[in-house]
């Protein structure tokens, strides 16, 4: 027996909630409303970007007209805040005198051997050694026969480290033909590694160092032997009064150059 009732009333129910089928007229007005919607988004769109255009300055021109003051421009950068971290924590103990030498070339290019002079004097004041004055690389492609002295001020090199490590200019007479230990120090070693290479001296008394590539600035130092790292490199490495002198004269010209301009 069917329901007639109910029939009835769910065909009620779907015609309500069911869209009727749109008219051509309707859906053509539909697009006609959205283009124009489009176009309008467009038009507001392109003035916002040409009058953010408009307000930007004219770099070009800018830099053509605009002198920097020679003192300013020769001024050290910005510092935003940050200080320099290179002094002693009041824990720290001076260096003392020590019959054991570390001998070192350094490899690589300039930045690389400046970055891998300041690990070996990490490692000599970690391993409690006398750290001869470096040898820079000499047998590598770059075939520069520089020595420390030409590049570094070798004087201030010793004197500014000096409560740091002792550092001397050759190893001594006495020790030129003793057997050496060669090392390669392996990279990214922390202290606890140059803490174990002590045990070389029980059998050397010099420590040869192939290279300098130590690469300790990641390796969980202690805060006086990063800072330490910081005095030899920004501080200690000095380059030498003949370049110091030419980089004056370079920056005089400049100077000269950025007033006549």
Known sequence: MVNRGSSHYRASLTSRFLPRKASPYAITLYIISLFAFSVFIFLFNTRNILEEDEQKPNFSGEFQSTQIPEEELWD?????????????????????????YITVRS???????????????????????????????????????????????????????????????????????????????????????????????????VIHVAKSDSRLANNNLPLDIQRLRCRA?????????????????????AGDTTEAG
């Open 107 to 205: 490899n690589g290019g300039l930045n690389q051997m400046r970055t891998g002079i300041s690990d070996m004097v990490a490692v000599a004041r970690i391993m409690n050694a006398t750290l001869v004055v470096p040898q820079l690389d000499k047998r590598s492609f770059w075939k520069d026969s520089s020595t420390f002295s030409d590049i570094f001020d070798e004087l201030h090199f010793i004197e500014s480290l000096k409560r740091d490590v002792r550092i001397v200019k050759e190893l001594p007479k006495n020790l030129e033909a003793v057997p050496r230990a060669r090392k390669h120090f392996t990279s990214w070693s922390g202290v606890g590694y140059y803490e174990e290479m002590k045990q070389l001296w029980k059998e050397y008394q």
């Open 233 to 253: 490199l920004y501080h200690a490495l000095r380059f030498s009064p003949p370049i110091e002198s030419l980089g004056k004269v370079l920056s005089m010209h």
């Open 76 to 100: 050290a950068p910005f510092s935003y805040g940050l200080q320099s971290c290179i002094k002693r924590t009041a824990k720290y103990k001076a260096a003392h005198g020590s019959d054991r």
